[in-house]
């Protein structure tokens, strides 16, 4: 991987076998723009080719992992279906290449991991996230379905009963939540959560690694499964959303800093 090659929205880290991406647009929360979109699948295609790569350590700058779509792009969905498409392609594609990596994924979550966030840090094969952080697939709450991989990794981690509330209410839960209706692995406070990384890795690199490698691929055969028989009737039903007037009325509350009002005809 060259990493000069990435915009600024992403830093990177390579020490030991262990590349750490960061998403590094606190200012913004660390929200997906079409820029960090477009370079996500990239990220996941390279890190898997290159050699030098054993772990990979996914981790957001600021005080959010992420806090998913970003409103330029919410507004681009607006003006016509092709800005959602090409999300669409990416999305798939980065979900794809991080099931289908041997490589170990490990999702730091050091804040709140939001929509697309959320599915981001699920994608990966352990999550240990800080106390303070917070998860969530709210697309409900902006006229949108929920059809992206959260549709795909809430019920594959937590059952169908509490996909079903969750997704359909777009409530955020508590790491501690998380952890206790099995979405996520491990919670720690803030303060210990560099050092439970570290601690995880140390523990995948002492065993054998084309054992790690193998295991993964096993574990993941529900995953990919599931990700391939639903992500494009899903990703259809979401481009649908994205045009029709709840979606509208609610990026308009969004810019006028009121709540959406789905009542509206």
Not at 49 to 54: A, G, T
Request: aromatic letters at 8%.
């Amino acid at each position: 991987m060259d990493f000069s090659t990435y915009p600024d929205l992403f830093k990177f880290e390579l020490a030991d076998g262990v590349l750490t991406v960061t998403l590094n647009n606190p200012a913004q929360m660390n929200a997906i723009s079409t820029v960090m979109d477009d370079e996500l699948p990239r990220i996941f295609f390279e890190a898997d080719r290159d050699k030098r790569v054993e772990i990979i350590v996914l981790t957001g700058e600021g005080r959010a992992f992420s806090a998913g779509g970003d409103l330029e792009g919410m507004k681009k969905n607006l003006d016509g279906i092709d800005n959602f498409l090409a999300g669409y392609r990416n999305g798939k594609r980065f979900m794809q290449l991080m099931l289908d990596t041997e490589k170990p994924i490990i999702a730091k979550v050091n804040g709140d991991a939001v929509g697309m966030g959320c599915t981001l840090a699920l994608c990966a094969d352990i999550v240990v996230a800080s106390d303070g952080a917070r998860f969530g697939d709210p697309h409900v709450r902006v006229g949108l379905a929920a059809g992206d991989g959260g549709a795909v990794f809430w019920p594959h981690n937590s059952g169908s009963a509490n996909a079903k509330y969750f997704l359909m209410t777009g409530d955020l839960i508590s790491a501690t939540e998380a952890k206790e209706i099995g979405l996520i692995a491990k919670v720690v406070p803030q303060d210990g959560l560099d050092a439970e990384v570290a601690r995880i890795i140390g523990r995948l690199k002492s065993n054998s690694s084309v054992a790690v490698r193998f295991s993964k691929s096993i574990l993941n055969i529900p995953l990919r499964q599931a990700l391939a028989s639903s992500v494009d009737a899903g990703f259809a039903l979401e481009s649908i959303s994205s045009q029709l007037p709840d979606h509208r009325e609610a990026v308009h509350a969004f810019v006028e800093k009121r709540k959406p009002d789905f009542s509206r005809k």
